[in-house]
């Protein structure tokens, strides 16, 4: 399925083009850039909420699931968006919010006014505040419970998220067909899936931590049903933070099946883990403990996104490591994660870029790509929340960095804006933008780096990762040296007889980038950070 071996790119409106000189972007802008995302070589596009919404938590907090947020434009706007897009061969999946909506949103409005309203039973009530103890507070820096009292209705609501994103009852019926009515609102329009919000909080049940009940699931079964049945070629993908082995329900069965895509959260954190120790370890361990796929299914990749950089799927000990190594500022701590961006996270070292990049496009899934990571964009910590990493996108060294004409933008574009910009990038061979380009052009030119299975390669050194990925007779040869130092490989690793081209410097082998130690016996020297896709030439197969 086309999902299996796409990359994606991951979209926020708000930060990428402004047409109408509001300072906010828009879906109108948006689609005078998808020529820019379409020449990175990506084949489809996740956009961040786009629903009205008071945005107290930057739109994942929906006031109407029926709409566009008028920042944003009109539903005609979207439409246009979505063909614009539709016609350069991309696809686009839209994020859906299951879990919660906003506390302004009416169906809320009308259930905290009155007890016997039909949308009471919308949400999640109790006169206690008491109930799910051992449900755990996921937004640890700024929410003091699940529960908050609400003095209009009398009773507290629970929220898993910021108390302005009350929980729905999934309990109730009306609320499946509430959900079934906006996914169908959107499929129709052409859209080519969705996103799906928080998916392992959707019921709730006493004695449990209220993730991962059999009811969430059941529930999904039924989503994917109508999928199958209504929209067959859409995708479903699923956002759950979770360790490889609990997230697999969430692929369901072949006979009951439910996302063809989850995110692989706890792979993340440990290419940064890896990167820093210079050890390869933690790739090793968790893609060990990562369960095979029923077939149709993927996983989606990636370094960052819109959020922190979680750090829920690692020991307490590993976290502290992470905080100490990537967070020299205390401020860059948000919740259990770190709020910085790729670029700043690798020392704006272009090797480390590259050699992460090199490796993540090489692990089995779908990698997306985070709005502005394609070109080493920076951060600002000085802004609160996740908002750091939500700037807009830097266009050129003109006025806001080519986003806007106005005076002011939603949030202020980042300092280094006139050095690090697109339009500076297209020129320069070596820019970030131009070799995620040839990375990306690499990738989708060889099906076994998409799709192929990956079988480790001994090299003898903690600091060289090696591994291959096979695909119907072909192989390519994946070589990192993780440290930023000079490793050596045994000179019977690659029979020096049989020249093997470097994917990664083309035109060349081998044994023209190694260079060949001259002491006996002979050693291959790497060299820092370096990386290596080595196949034989294709006609050769
Ligand atoms: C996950 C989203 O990625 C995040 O941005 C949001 O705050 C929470 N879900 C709540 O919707």
């Known amino acids: 399925m086309w999902y299996q071996t796409a990359v994606f790119y991951e979209l926020y409106i708000r930060a990428y083009k402004d047409s109408n000189g509001d300072g906010r972007g828009d879906f109108r802008g948006a689609i005078e850039k998808l020529d820019h995302i379409q020449s990175l070589g990506v084949n489809a596009i996740w956009i961040l909420p786009h629903y009205p919404s008071p945005l107290q938590d930057d739109g994942y907090d929906i006031s109407d699931y029926y709409g566009v947020h008028p920042d944003y434009g009109s539903l005609d706007d979207f439409q246009t968006f979505l063909d614009a897009a539709h016609q350069r061969g991309l696809k686009v999946v839209i994020d859906i919010v299951l879990n919660h909506t906003s506390d302004q949103h009416p169906w ?19 006169d206690t505040g008491a109930e799910y103890p051992d449900a755990r507070i996921i937004f640890l820096d700024t929410e003091p419970a699940n529960w908050t009292y609400d003095e209009l209705a009398g009773q507290y609501y629970w929220h898993r998220f910021y108390a302005s994103q009350p929980d729905l009852n999934y309990d109730n019926p009306q609320v ?45 079964q039924k989503v994917r049903r109508m999928m199958d049945v209504e929209y067959p070629d859409r995708v479903l993908i699923a956002e759950a933070n979770q360790w490889p082995e ?70 307490e000990e590993e976290r502290e490591w992470m905080w100490q190594q990537y967070t020299p500022d205390p401020r860059m701590r948000l919740n259990l994660g770190i709020r910085r961006r790729l670029a700043s996270l690798l020392d704006n070292d272009k090797r480390k870029w590259f050699l992460l990049h090199a490796l993540f496009l090489s692990l089995p899934g779908a990698p997306i790509i985070y709005y502005g990571d394609e070109i080493g964009m920076g951060d600002n910590i000085q802004l609160p929340d996740r908002y750091g990493c939500r700037t807009p996108m830097q266009w050129d060294d003109g006025r806001n960095a080519g986003f806007s004409h106005a005076a002011e933008t939603y949030l202020p574009v980042n300092a280094d804006y006139q050095q690090i910009n697109v339009a500076e990038q297209e020129a320069d061979p070596d820019s970030y933008l131009n070799l995620l380009r040839f990375l990306l052009r690499t990738r989708q030119s060889e099906a076994a780096l998409r799709q192929g299975d990956l079988d480790w390669v ?7 990762l090696a591994y291959t990925r096979r695909w119907q007779g072909r192989w ?18 690659i029979n020096a007889s049989q020249p093997l081209h470097d ?19 002979r050693e291959w020297e790497l060299a820092p950070f370096a990386a290596f896709w080595l196949a034989k030439e294709k006609s050769a197969d």
């Open 108 to 126: 809320f409005q009308a259930a905290r006014r009155d007890k016997k309203s039909p949308y009471r039973d919308y949400y999640v009530w109790s």
């Open 176 to 220: 499946h067909a509430e959900m079934f009515r906006i996914m169908r609102f959107w499929l129709d329009l052409g859209v080519d899936g969705f996103r799906a919000d928080a998916v392992p909080y959707l019921y709730e049940r006493e004695g449990t931590n209220c993730e991962n009940l059999p009811e969430t699931h059941r529930f999904l």
């Open 246 to 315: 609990d997230v697999l329900p969430y692929f369901g069965t072949p006979a009951a099946p439910e996302f063809h895509v989850c995110f692989h959260f706890p792979i993340m954190p440990r290419l940064f883990m890896a990167l820093k120790k210079g050890d390869k370890t933690p790739i090793v361990d968790i893609l060990n403990r990562t369960p095979p796929l029923p077939p149709g299914a993927q996983w989606m990749t990636f370094l960052r996104n819109h959020d922190e950089l979680t750090l829920e799927m690692v020991t």
């Open 458 to 464: 001994e090299t003898g050194d903690t600091a060289v």
């Open 476 to 493: 390519v040869l994946c070589l990192y040296n993780l440290s930023g130092e000079t490793r050596t490989l045994p000179g019977d690793f």
């Open 503 to 521: 994917l990664l410097h083309p035109g060349q082998t081998w044994q023209d980038n190694v260079r060949v130690c001259s002491n006996e016996p």
